[in-house]
């Protein structure tokens, strides 16, 4: 540019001739020469228009160059396709899963050079991204209308539970026009996670998005029926007949197509579990996640000028109404074998004994499995995901136990009963466990909670610590209220049967220690 400059200021205004300044600069004269004729064609131009513009473009303008004909010097043709061919290599192999398994620019330098071409790194480099760029993909901005569509995907993330280490499923939503979020912590990434997930969410925001989008996920598409067509799953179904939603799936490997959520997954996995990442129970961990989602949805973006809670009362308004609760869960008829138990998923969980070798009902939740015997319902069992496990409630085996009192002490029913009762039996039943089976008894036949039974415990090892028994422990659960008064007359009634009932029990510790004395 400077000489350009230069050669234009010695030739109009030093009126130098061609020959000198080619001289004086050390330049051919034909370049001289191209120089100034292209500045008084550009000038000429400039007249016939009338205006300034064409001679101050080129003067202001640095000199350009036809580079379009020469050949590259290293470059060469059949480099080219070598490297082409170790291109088309790395897109297989991202075909195939083994993305961390491609070829870098500098592994195909090195394989360049391992055949005997002398080229340099940077022009691999340039020559590589040359074609990236050709070939990129152009993307089409999208508006969406309120309550229309919302995105879901799953996420995997690892935490502490109680000191050991667990992996877990987030089932991630987030509105595509307010980018609001919402996350539920599963253990499985399975059909009854997918379906609750859908319940909470629904009932968290109070009504039903018009359509629903989804990657290419196995709980969501049953089968692909064609290029592009896919069938979806019977749990998806049913959660649209419910829920009344439109689905849509995303092409294999875009997603893009729901790029919302996408970025939502990293953003609330690492905003909830970056900085902590120990919990002492599921529930607590699922506490500090939808805290910490409830603050990011609280926050104003730049861009829409409101938060996404700002967002979604706009939406609310749009939203189909809600159904209520779905129920979701799988049934399952099983077997009770010898020890009063059925097996589900590896892990057995026990019943009533006289249920043996009879076929119960359950209802397998995400959480949690209820059992029917002949359309009655018998109990609940918090649902376990560990391996050969067993899950054990002692008030099943107690008509077992009141024949067999000596099997009690070393049963895995009483190592896995409340530690009220597993205290009760140590201190004061170890060597007389018909005892302690009559009390359990007791409480069962009369809808007595364990909780109920620790105070009564409690009381009468302070009023007579020496001298506990199942009778004691009986009359004194059994005199216990939990109806609460109607009238100021009738308050006083459990006052004076409780009172009396310790003035027997007193009676009763002065006759035994007197007997003793004699």
């Given amino acids: 540019m400077d000489t350009k400059q230069e050669i234009l200021r010695r030739y109009f205004r030093e009126c130098d001739s061609e020959r000198k300044i080619a001289r004086d600069l050390q330049l051919n004269r034909k370049t001289v020469k191209k120089y100034l004729g292209e500045y008084l064609e550009a000038k000429e131009k400039s007249e016939e228009e009338g205006t300034k513009e064409t001679l101050q473009d080129y003067s202001t303008s640095p000199p350009d160059y036809d580079v379009t004909g020469r050949p590259k010097r290293k470059l060469t043709l059949e480099i080219s396709v070598l490297i082409r061919e170790q291109m088309e290599e790395n897109e297989r192999k991202r075909q195939n899963g083994l993305r961390k398994q491609i070829k870098r620019k500098v592994d195909i330098h090195e394989y360049l050079l391992s055949l005997g071409y002398q080229i340099g790194y940077t022009t691999v480099c340039n020559h590589i991204r040359s074609q990236s760029i050709s070939e990129r993909e152009a993307f089409i901005r999208q508006s969406y209308l309120p309550g229309e569509e919302c995105e879901f995907d799953w996420a995997e993330t690892k935490l502490k539970i109680s000191g050991v280490q667990k992996r877990f499923f987030l089932a991630v939503f987030t509105s595509a026009y307010g980018n609001y979020r919402y996350a539920r912590l599963y253990v499985r990434q399975d059909t009854l996670a997918f379906m609750e997930s859908h319940n909470d969410f629904f009932a968290h925001i109070g009504g039903v998005f018009h359509e629903m989008v989804y990657d290419n996920m196995r709980v969501a598409i049953a089968e692909f029926t064609g290029r592009t067509e896919k069938r979806p799953t019977v749990a998806l179904t049913n959660l649209s007949g419910w829920f009344h939603f ?220 020496l001298d506990i028994s199942a009778d004691k422990i009986i009359a004194l659960v059994g005199n216990q209220s939990d109806v609460m008064p109607s009238s100021p007359s009738q308050a006083k009634k459990p006052d004076e049967i409780e009172d009396l009932s310790f003035r027997q029990l007193q009676e009763i510790t002065l006759l035994a220690e007197r007997r003793i004395n004699q």
């Fill in 246 to 465: 439109r689905w849509r799936f995303c092409n294999v490997r875009r997603g893009n197509e729901k790029g919302h959520v996408e970025r939502s997954v990293e953003f609330i996995r690492r905003k909830a579990f970056s900085h902590t990442d120990e919990f002492g129970s599921h529930e607590q961990a699922q506490d500090h996640l939808m805290s910490t989602i409830k603050k990011l949805n609280n926050l104003s973006t730049s861009s829409a000028g409101k938060s996404p809670s700002e967002a979604l009362a706009e939406e609310k308004k749009h939203l189909w109404k809600y159904p209520g609760e779905m129920e979701c869960y799988l049934m399952s008829s099983l077997k009770i074998d010898k020890y009063a138990t059925f097996s589900y998923g590896t892990n057995r969980y026990s019943v009533p004994d006289y249920l043996v070798g009879r076929i119960v009902d359950v209802k397998v939740y995400a959480n949690r499995l209820k059992v029917y015997h002949n359309n009655l319902y018998l109990y609940t069992h918090e649902r376990n995901y560990g391996t050969f496990q067993w899950q054990l409630d002692i008030d099943h085996y107690l008509t077992t136990l009141s024949r067999k009192p000596g099997a009690v002490h070393g049963s895995v029913a009483l190592e896995q009963a409340p530690a009220s009762i597993r205290l009760l039996y140590q201190h004061y039943f170890a060597s007389h466990p018909r005892g302690f089976i009559d009390i359990l008894l007791y409480c069962k036949n009369n809808d007595i909670q364990h909780e109920k039974l620790e105070d009564a415990v409690n009381r009468l090892s302070r009023l007579c610590p």
